[in-house]
């Protein structure tokens, strides 16, 4: 009853729709069927793959890279690996093409089953970034951005080869990096639409059109068509808009879903770019519309699709699967050894091996996004086997440089210790070591606008507090990249001939509801 209302009413929803870090959306439409995908930098599996009936409520179904063989990120920095993908449908096969900028650039993967496994990579000739695909009348066009303009050229998408010569199309409109092109056809129209800025305060989305695929396309003169830099927005929590894709719904609505980023404590953000939803028109003149004024907002108050809310999704979990759930990553190409669901029923195993969470490498670590500014989460973890020095625990993870750890480690002798660790840019510092009894910590860490705190508890019901830390240190805008907070578990050897492991009973996440704040932002 309450679904058939909600249905009914088909009006207003909040942005972002899936929120933490999930850059650079695509979206395709299948009958009434909707799949978007995301980029996913250093993290394994790559290029995560969601699912909806609305455009607002997503599920994800899986992810699009998820063999070695599809996706090298051995030894890869941090914000390098897989840049923006694009997900398309054409004669019953989903192609998504993305980049490798630590390996051989521009490559497409296929399926007929997007929740199942997609090809091996067919690797691209063109170069650039941001690498999209259109077909028409047996056609298959790539366009991507090499040399600071958009270039588009024929190719096989079975075999990668390049069909014909790689043709400018278009500069922008004279923004700084030019790129996520798309390439769409509407009454007659080829409408190029790209992102422009850079993806931090400046970004925005432009559009350009043409009779004829190569062009000339003459550029909208009410671009850019998407900014949070405009006057008047000035103080809208979503900041950063751009990166952008059209969908047609199968009612004949148009929607775009586009990145942005939501500034925390003063020009600081956390969990990385979102992805946002916004409602086009096509104005009399047959240029897109969105928004209204180009601007995006928390509240939509539109028309929407009839909604079809999905299952609030467990943040927590116990553990008693064989398998984690999709929203857990690695980083870089996991050992799988170093991690079993199954060595002790209802535990997360975790080796540890020498690999540090700050090594450009693969540490024992699997995490999740932080999706909410507020929240709680916790774990707990007991050490065994450990010597002097081997540690595991909960990190607050933005890149290999940029870390809060919460953490058991073996001491002198049969010692233990909790210690909350900082790791920020170079400089590392303990804030509080507390000798604890062998035996379950519970590590819990509690996310705010301001500050993450960090607590302990040695019989999971009295926590005492270890330290909080400003958010800030952790941001975007000091910490750089494209990623987003991570949190974290992980086990570390202090050396090679250690035989500890952790076993890890729970992980908890619980969004909290924001208190109420004063003034500005
Ligand atoms: C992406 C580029 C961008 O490939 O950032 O915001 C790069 N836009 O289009 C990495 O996400």
Same mark, same amino acid.
């Given at each position: 009853?309450?679904?058939?209302?909600?249905?009914?009413?088909?009006?207003?929803?909040?942005?972002?729709?899936?929120?933490?870090?999930?850059?650079?959306?695509?979206?395709?439409r299948v009958g009434d069927d909707y799949y978007l995908v995301t980029s996913s930098f250093e993290y394994f599996p790559g290029v995560p793959i969601f699912h909806s009936k609305d455009l607002i409520h997503w599920t994800q179904i899986g992810?699009?890279?998820?063999?070695?063989?599809?996706?090298?990120?051995?030894?890869?920095?941090?914000?390098?690996?897989?840049?923006?993908?694009?997900?398309?449908?054409?004669?019953?096969?989903?192609y998504m093409i993305t980049t490798n900028v630590s390996s051989k650039g521009n490559f497409l993967v296929y399926t007929t089953d997007p929740a199942g496994e997609w090809s091996e990579p067919v690797w691209l000739k063109q170069g650039g970034?941001?690498?999209?695909?259109?077909?028409?009348?047996?056609?298959?066009?790539?366009?991507?951005?090499?040399?600071?303009?958009?270039?588009?050229?024929?190719?096989?998408?079975?075999?990668?080869?390049?069909?014909?010569?790689?043709?400018?199309?278009?500069?922008?409109?004279?923004?700084?990096?030019?790129?996520?092109?798309?390439?769409?056809?509407?009454?007659?129209?080829?409408?190029?639409?790209?992102?422009?800025?850079?993806?931090?305060?400046?970004?925005?989305?432009?559009?350009?059109?043409?009779?004829?695929?190569?062009? *000339?396309?003459? /550029?909208?003169?009410? =671009?850019?068509?998407?900014?949070? &830099?405009?006057?008047?927005?000035?103080? %809208? #929590?979503?900041?950063?808009?751009?990166?952008?894709?059209?969908?047609?719904?199968?009612?004949?609505?148009?929607?775009?879903?586009?990145?942005?980023?939501?500034?925390?404590?003063?020009?600081?953000?956390?969990?990385?770019?979102?992805?946002?939803?916004?409602?086009?028109?096509?104005?009399?003149?047959?240029?897109?519309?969105?928004?209204?004024?180009?601007?995006?907002?928390?509240?939509?108050?539109?028309?929407?699709?009839?909604?079809?809310?999905?299952?609030? *999704?467990?943040? /927590?979990?116990?553990? =008693?699967?064989?398998?984690?759930? &999709?929203?857990?990553?690695?980083?870089? %190409? #996991?050992?799988?050894?170093?991690?079993?669901?199954?060595?002790?029923?209802?535990?997360?195993?975790l080796k540890a091996t020498t690999v540090k969470l700050d090594d450009v490498d693969t540490p024992t670590f699997v995490g999740r996004r932080q999706q909410h500014i507020n929240f709680v989460a916790g774990t707990t973890v007991r050490l065994?086997?450990?010597?002097?020095?081997?540690?595991?625990?909960?990190?607050?993870?933005?890149?290999?440089?940029?870390?809060?750890?919460?953490?058991?480690?073996?001491?002198?002798?049969?010692?233990?210790?909790?210690?909350?660790?900082?790791?920020?840019?170079?400089?590392?510092?303990?804030?509080?070591?507390?000798?604890?009894?062998?035996?379950?910590?519970?590590?819990?860490?509690?996310?705010?606008?301001?500050?993450?705190?960090?607590?302990?508890?040695?019989?999971?019901?009295?926590?005492?507090?270890?330290?909080?830390?400003?958010?800030?240190?952790?941001?975007?805008?000091?910490?750089?990249?494209?990623?987003?907070?991570?949190?974290?578990?992980?086990?570390?050897?202090?050396?090679?001939?250690?035989?500890?492991?952790?076993?890890?009973?729970?992980?908890?996440?619980?969004?909290?509801?924001?208190?109420?704040?004063?003034?500005?932002?």
């Amino acid at each position: 009853m309450l679904l058939g209302s909600v249905a009914l009413l088909a009006q207003g929803y909040t942005n972002p729709v899936i929120p933490g870090f999930h850059p650079d959306p695509s979206v395709c439409r299948v009958g009434d069927d909707y799949y978007l995908v995301t980029s996913s930098f250093e993290y394994f599996p790559g290029v995560p793959i969601f699912h909806s009936k609305d455009l607002i409520h997503w599920t994800q179904i899986g992810h699009c890279l998820t063999r070695d063989s599809q996706l090298y990120l051995e030894k890869t920095g941090a914000s390098g690996g897989i840049y923006a993908p694009t997900i398309r449908y054409h004669d019953g096969v989903f192609y998504m093409i993305t980049t490798n900028v630590s390996s051989k650039g521009n490559f497409l993967v296929y399926t007929t089953d997007p929740a199942g496994e997609w090809s091996e990579p067919v690797w691209l000739k063109q170069g650039g970034i941001d690498p999209s695909l259109y077909f028409e009348d047996g056609k298959c066009y790539m366009v991507s951005n090499p040399r600071s303009a958009i270039y588009l050229c024929e190719i096989n998408p079975q075999t990668g080869e390049q069909l014909t010569e790689s043709k400018i199309l278009w500069t922008g409109i004279g923004g700084r990096n030019v790129e996520a092109p798309h390439i769409y056809k509407k009454d007659g129209w080829y409408y190029l639409m790209c992102a422009e800025g850079g993806t931090e305060y400046g970004h925005m989305e432009t559009i350009a059109r043409s009779r004829n695929i190569y062009g *000339p396309y003459d /550029s909208n003169p009410a =671009n850019p068509i998407l900014t949070n &830099f405009r006057r008047g927005a000035e103080s %809208n #929590p979503v900041q950063g808009t751009g990166h952008a894709d059209l969908v047609e719904a199968t009612d004949g609505s148009w929607w775009m879903v586009c990145l942005a980023f939501r500034p925390l404590d003063g020009q600081h953000y956390l969990m990385g770019r979102e992805t946002f939803l916004l409602p086009v028109r096509w104005d009399t003149n047959a240029w897109p519309v969105v928004n209204g004024n180009g601007i995006v907002n928390i509240n939509m108050n539109v028309p929407t699709l009839p909604q079809q809310p999905t299952p609030t *999704p467990s943040y /927590s979990t116990d553990f =008693n699967e064989t398998t984690l759930g &999709f929203e857990w990553n690695y980083l870089r %190409n #996991p050992r799988r050894d170093n991690y079993s669901l199954t060595a002790r029923k209802g535990f997360l195993r975790l080796k540890a091996t020498t690999v540090k969470l700050d090594d450009v490498d693969t540490p024992t670590f699997v995490g999740r996004r932080q999706q909410h500014i507020n929240f709680v989460a916790g774990t707990t973890v007991r050490l065994r086997d450990a010597s002097q020095g081997d540690e595991a625990g909960l990190t607050v993870l933005m890149n290999n440089h940029s870390h809060y750890d919460i953490f058991v480690e073996k001491g002198h002798g049969s010692t233990y210790r909790v210690v909350l660790r900082y790791r920020l840019g170079e400089l590392t510092h303990i804030e509080r070591e507390i000798e604890v009894p062998n035996g379950n910590i519970y590590l819990q860490v509690t996310g705010s606008r301001r500050t993450y705190a960090f607590a302990y508890s040695t019989d999971g019901k009295t926590y005492q507090p270890l330290g909080q830390i400003n958010t800030k240190y952790l941001s975007t805008e000091t910490a750089g990249g494209f990623t987003g907070i991570y949190l974290g578990l992980y086990a570390v050897a202090a050396d090679d001939g250690s035989k500890a492991y952790a076993d890890f009973d729970s992980f908890t996440y619980e969004p909290k509801a924001e208190p109420e704040r004063r003034g500005r932002r």
